[in-house]
């Protein structure tokens, strides 16, 4: 019987590292075939090289970093800044759903401080839904599948919204056993650690990768390090009561309960 399958879907490459990572590798650890899925090129994360130099120092060291994180490579689709939700990258990113077709889909946050990330997440959620439907054609073509997907969101970048509010998990990962390949993997990105020290004012790039992961440990009131996930609505992709990251990781997935409890009064 082969195993379940797992994909995380970043924006670019390092957001998975920063965002996704400790749960891919736990996800990994638990037997599941993994994937590692980036829309952008990098091309535009830095200042040193020509666009298409930078997009293949970058593809590089993402390749480093899938293979960190012992997950399967697949090949960017766009340049940064051109993940527009349209037809024709949905096709694209719908063929490789239906490729891998995962069990489990880790996507970016609804609500995040940049737009290819908020439409990296449009796309993999729509190229999820319409996995089954045999009247969308994918490019390259793809046979519809049926199996159930259950749709993860991370945490916005800064765990916050566009609008300064703070992001509140539904449920906690814990990633202190897989904190240290999550950091491996992040080294890959040499390119970035000089371009998000001048234009984002992140002076030490892999402290966060760790203040991230002790902020939601802290939130979780049980992990050291981990990471947080709010579980979308069933609707077109699996059953109801689907939870199969829980299933999957047992004691290391931790309910919010009180953000459960929210869910049916409102906010």
Same mark, same amino acid.
């Given at each position: ?6 994909m995380a879907i970043g924006a670019h490459p390092d957001d998975i ?16 075939? @993994?994937? %590692?899925?980036?829309?952008?090129? /990098?091309?535009?994360?830095?200042? =040193? ?5 930078? *997009?293949? &120092? ?91 997907? @259950?749709? %993860?969101?991370?945490?916005?970048? /800064?765990?916050?919204?566009?609008? =300064? ?5 539904? *449920?906690? &990962? ?16 040499r390119s970035q650690q000089q371009w998000l020290q001048s234009s ?5 790039y892999l402290m966060t990768l760790e203040g991230f992961a002790l ?53």
């Amino acid at each position: 019987m082969p195993n379940p399958v797992a994909m995380a879907i970043g924006a670019h490459p390092d957001d998975i590292e920063i965002m996704m990572g400790g749960t891919l590798v736990a996800l990994k650890q638990a037997g599941f075939e @993994t994937h %590692y899925l980036n829309l952008a090129n /990098g091309c535009c994360g830095g200042e =040193r090289h020509t666009a298409s130099r930078l *997009a293949a &120092v970058r593809r590089k060291e993402g390749q480093a970093a899938a293979q960190v994180l012992g997950a399967i490579y697949h090949e960017s689709f766009v340049n940064d800044l051109e993940v527009f939700f349209e037809r024709t990258l949905l096709k694209r990113v719908a063929a490789v759903i239906r490729e891998v077709h995962p069990a489990i889909l880790l996507v970016p946050s609804p609500q995040d401080y940049m737009e290819d990330h908020t439409n990296a997440c449009r796309l993999a959620v729509t190229a999820a839904f319409v996995r089954g439907m045999r009247n969308f054609s994918t490019r390259p073509r793809r046979q519809p599948v049926t199996a159930d997907v @259950t749709v %993860y969101h991370a945490m916005p970048h /800064g765990l916050r919204d566009p609008l =300064r509010r703070r992001v509140v998990p539904g *449920a906690f &990962v814990n990633t202190s056993r897989t904190h240290r390949v999550q950091l491996e993997a992040l080294k890959a990105h040499r390119s970035q650690q000089q371009w998000l020290q001048s234009s984002q004012g992140m002076n030490q790039y892999l402290m966060t990768l760790e203040g991230f992961a002790l902020e939601i440990g802290r939130l979780s009131k049980r992990f050291r390090h981990a990471e947080g996930w709010r579980r979308r609505l069933h609707y077109g992709f699996c059953a109801a009561e689907a939870n199969p990251l829980k299933d999957a990781l047992g004691a290391d997935y931790l309910e919010n309960r009180a953000y459960e409890a929210a869910l049916e009064t409102g906010y």
